[in-house]
């Protein structure tokens, strides 16, 4: 069974460097094969999808592109994000989705795992 833990400061001030980790245990040999993905969920709205890294490829929601960066360390099965020049519209429980590729898109996917996301306020 995967679990996954995201990580993160908690308050950033506005146009500061947002920089979480998310962290997969048990299962090391199973999550090699599905993708790893950014979700977040501002104050009173829905779901938004940030981006993933599947099978060497990263993907990013137009969106967000401008200013989000996601990579994998395998060695320590960390999924790290950076999301920069942040304004408090990027104030949100983030969670990090173990999960699978549809085919035909970069952006959809069904989810595995999830983790118990992270709350994130950007306010000066």
């Known amino acids: 069974q995967v679990q996954l833990q995201e990580s993160g400061p908690g308050l950033v001030k506005p146009s500061q460097t947002l920089s979480l980790t998310c962290t997969a245990s048990g299962g090391s040999n199973t999550t090699s094969y599905y993708a790893w993905s950014w979700i977040r969920q501002p104050p009173g709205k829905g779901l938004e999808w940030m981006g993933a890294?599947?099978?060497?490829?990263?993907y990013y929601s137009p969106s967000l592109k401008s200013h989000t960066s996601a990579s994998r360390d395998t060695s320590k099965n960390h999924f790290p994000l950076q999301l920069s020049s942040v304004t408090p519209e990027d104030t949100a429980v983030y969670y990090c989705?173990?999960?699978?590729?549809?085919?035909?898109?970069?952006?959809?996917?069904?989810?595995?795992?999830w983790g118990q996301g992270t709350q994130v306020t950007v306010s000066s």
């Open positions: 989705a173990l999960g699978r590729k549809l085919e035909g898109t970069s952006t959809e996917y069904e989810y595995d795992y």
């Open positions: 890294i599947y099978s060497g490829s990263t």
